[in-house]
């Protein structure tokens, strides 16, 4: 009974595709739990709504806390069940440091830190924005969302290169800013780690305008820079393309290939061909 019980868990809370009505109801009901607790998190901030709803949002808190918990601990209980974590206490250590189980840990840790430590209320409203992680919870259930961190996974060491390529750029554009503008304006720029926030917001083309160079070898610099940071931010860019088409098509093919059969051998095009 127990064996079967945790089974059935497992079959509804991971093994959601396997057409079942129940699996798509818990689903459809915990994404609308996470989208509910969103929007509930954002609109408290409102003042006037939180002075007329005050206790609607923290009805909405409690019971998205008592839910997300017995969901966290129902994962934990039936981690081993999956073969990558095959081994009772080491499989479900294992578990609790995977991407997924951190984030829902992250989506009701702020709720119990409060009641836990004795804390100051600028670092509660802190932690009560770490609720927004729950929103990533929605990963498990948005097939798109899995697209996404599918192309990450396979395009990292590019993405990698691109992030300290950009900051390799930022440091020396900032640098230099600093050693040609720093006699004219001692006041923005007075060290390189100040130059950089005007690196940050020329190389990303934002150009706030609150900081910007004034003599006439600063323009020069800042305007080559703000050329460089145009080519160098559209890197990534054109990398996360470039992976989403390539999961895209294998997405595609896999859809094109059915079991391996003595007539196909698995590809379903060989049996359009033969009819």
């Not at 959601?16 to 954002?42: H, Y």
């Not at 206790?55 to 994962?75: D, G, K, P």
């Not at 829902?104 to 709720?111: E, F, S």
């Not at 300290?164 to 230099?176: G, P, R, T």
Request: proline residues 5%; negative net charge.
């Amino acid at each position: 009974m127990y064996e079967r019980i945790k089974y059935r868990v497992y079959d509804i809370l991971v093994e959601t595709d396997d057409g079942e009505v129940i699996d798509r109801v818990v689903a459809v009901f915990l994404m609308l739990l996470i989208l509910i607790n969103t929007a509930a998190v954002v609109l408290e901030t409102v003042d006037d709504l939180n002075a007329r709803f005050g206790s609607v949002f923290y009805a909405i808190e409690i019971v998205s806390v008592t839910i997300f918990s017995i969901e966290y601990l129902l994962r934990l209980w039936i981690a081993p069940l999956d073969p990558r974590y095959a081994k009772p206490f080491w499989g479900r250590v294992r578990y609790a440091f995977s991407l997924m189980a951190i984030i829902d840990l992250l989506a009701i840790l702020p709720a119990f830190l409060p009641l836990i430590f004795t804390v100051d209320m600028r670092i509660v409203r802190f932690l009560r924005i770490f609720r927004l992680f729950r929103l990533f919870k929605l990963s498990r259930y948005v097939e798109s969302l899995n697209t996404l961190d599918d192309v990450v996974r396979s395009k990292k060491e590019e993405l990698l290169v691109t992030v300290v390529m950009v900051l390799m750029l930022l440091l020396f554009s900032s640098s230099l800013m600093y050693v040609v503008e720093t006699e004219a304006q001692p006041d923005k720029f007075p060290d390189i780690p100040s130059a950089m926030w005007w690196g940050i917001a020329t190389l990303t083309t934002v150009g706030y305008g609150d900081v910007f160079p004034i003599t006439g070898l600063g323009k020069l610099l800042g305007g080559f820079i703000a050329l460089l940071g145009i080519g160098m931010f559209a890197l990534p860019t054109g990398i996360l393309a470039g992976g989403f088409a390539d999961e895209l098509k294998k997405r595609h093919a896999k859809e094109k290939t059915c079991p391996p059969c003595p007539h196909c051998g698995g590809d379903i095009s060989s049996v359009v061909g033969n009819e």
